[in-house]
């Protein structure tokens, strides 16, 4: 009877081991499963990581095989701790990034909010309220999307409503503001230009909104030079970028709206090099839409994101193959997330706002409140606009760089959660893994050189508007040579920083 027990204790002796290991192969599975699924990583290492993994799974049960053997199994069950919280945790990790990385990347539509606005001490307090109102319209700035609101409106009210239209942003302003007309319908995006206005600033908070429409549309190439699609790198190393800083002090990004930073990046995968130029958000070149009318180049960011990347490919003469838009106020989250960053300045200044911080010549740790006021300030600069566009290149520069430091792993899944509702791009994500996947393969630093156009202040009036406002005539010579380094780039050079 011994003899028996004992034969049955032996046969019990390898399964914990077996559970333990079986445990360790299934969180294996899914860790080997999730890192392929990211497209990040060659074949070599991919194959790399199995082998590892499967080696773990292998020594757990050399190690547990036999629970009578005591510390060979408390070593295996410690070793078998160790690897599943990686493999868990890992996991976690990449799940979260691919799920970020998609949810920022590929966006092929933007939303456009139109709304319809009375004054403040208006009685109606819903669409059914105005019922009977007139309303004010543009005559040709957005007419399409208007249109479509009047629609809806008709629907929902089973009337045709009255309309008044007017040509001007002040003209509509005025309509209202005179008892012309009840009410506004007006793309929200176009609520920023009334602070270029004399006389207009206070205007937004003379209103309030009864309804607002969301109007889906596909990002469209309308421009000869921009491009979509997955691009091979292969084929072509480079890739132009347009880098959208949104004007909005709203924590989300919205669709539509004026662009404070707009900086059109030039990578060669292959050379590694990086050019970013500056415009400066007041730059007075034609639109893609205008038919040669030249309006402020931040204007164009309010007809949509592909406005903005073909007048840029227009006015540098390069294709423009993707974007990248960012909420410079919902950046504030990401900066703190990373816990600050460093940013080069390069004067000692006081910014403007309310908090009025201080920066110093040379180096600074600042925190996400801290960054915003660096890169919005210009009126501390004699050179204005042009400084504040280096001052954000600065911090765009301090995120990659805190970004791409193991310091970032203390708050990853925080830093993802905030760039998701503040970023958005439509590289593939195709395109992205790609790019990984050769920095990884081959290794190597990025050359990175900044240049930033320039020009000459003046009165005119924009495309966009109805008056006078202040624009910058660009100086030709800075726009060549921007042309000259991005041709340098194209060609594989290797910059240096002018």
């Not at 479509?148 to 008044?164: F, G």
Request: glycine share 6%.
């Amino acid at each position: 009877m011994n003899h028996s027990r004992s034969k049955k204790a032996r046969k019990r002796q390898p399964i914990p081991g077996i559970v333990l290991s079986v445990l360790l192969l299934a969180a294996a599975a899914v860790f080997v499963w999730l890192l392929s699924m990211t497209q990040m990583l060659t074949n070599t290492y991919l194959f790399v990581a199995a082998g590892a993994c499967l080696i773990a799974v292998l020594l757990t049960f050399y190690l547990t095989r036999n629970f009578r053997k005591r510390i060979s199994f408390v070593f295996g069950s410690l070793w078998f701790l160790l690897c599943f919280g990686i493999f868990i945790v890992g996991s976690i990790y990449l799940f979260r990034t691919q799920a970020a990385l998609q949810a920022i990347a590929g966006t092929e539509t933007e939303i456009s909010k139109v709304s319809v606005y009375v004054r403040t001490d208006d009685p109606a307090q819903t669409l059914a309220d105005a019922s009977g109102y007139s309303f004010g319209i543009l005559t040709t700035l957005d007419r399409e999307n208007t249109d479509t609101v009047v629609s809806r409106i008709n629907e929902q009210l089973n009337t045709t409503i009255q309309t008044a239209e007017y040509e001007g942003l002040t003209q509509l302003a005025d309509g209202l503001r005179n008892h012309e007309v009840d009410a506004l319908i007006l793309n929200d995006a176009y609520l920023d230009l009334y602070e270029e206005f004399d006389g207009y600033a206070e205007f937004p908070s003379e209103i309030r909104a009864l309804t607002t429409e969301n109007i889906e549309s596909a990002v469209q190439e309308t421009g000869e030079l921009t491009t979509t699609g997955v691009q091979d790198l292969n084929d072509n190393p480079v890739i132009n970028i347009y880098i959208s800083g949104s004007d909005t002090r709203e924590s989300t990004l919205p669709s539509r709206s004026r662009s404070d930073v707009n900086i059109l990046a030039s990578i060669n995968t292959e050379t590694r090099q990086v050019l970013l130029i500056s415009t400066p958000r007041d730059y007075y070149v034609p639109l893609s839409i205008s038919n040669g009318v030249p309006d402020k180049l931040t204007h164009a960011g309010i007809y949509g994101v592909q406005v903005s990347m073909d007048t840029l490919s227009m006015l540098y003469e390069v294709p423009v193959d993707y974007y990248f838009r960012v909420n410079f106020n919902g950046f504030v989250d990401i900066i703190d997330a990373l816990g600050g960053i460093d940013v080069y300045s390069d004067y000692t200044f006081d910014s403007g706002n309310v908090s009025g911080y201080h920066f110093e010549e040379g180096w600074n740790s600042v925190n996400g409140e801290q960054a915003l006021a660096f890169c919005r300030e210009r009126y501390a600069f004699a050179s204005g606009d042009r400084q504040r566009g280096r001052n954000q290149m600065a911090v765009i520069q301090g995120v990659l760089n805190k970004a791409t430091s193991p310091a970032i792993l203390a708050n990853y899944t925080s830093v993802l959660d905030s760039a998701a509702g503040c970023m958005e791009t439509n590289v593939p994500y195709d395109t992205i893994a790609e790019i990984v996947r050769d920095q990884l393969a081959g290794g190597g630093d990025w050359n990175v050189v900044s240049y930033s156009v320039d020009g000459t202040g003046d009165s005119q009036v924009p495309y966009s508007m109805s008056s006078s406002v202040y624009v910058m005539i660009p100086d030709t010579s800075t726009v060549d040579q921007a042309k000259s380094l991005l041709a340098q780039v194209a060609a594989g050079e290797t910059l240096q920083q002018p």
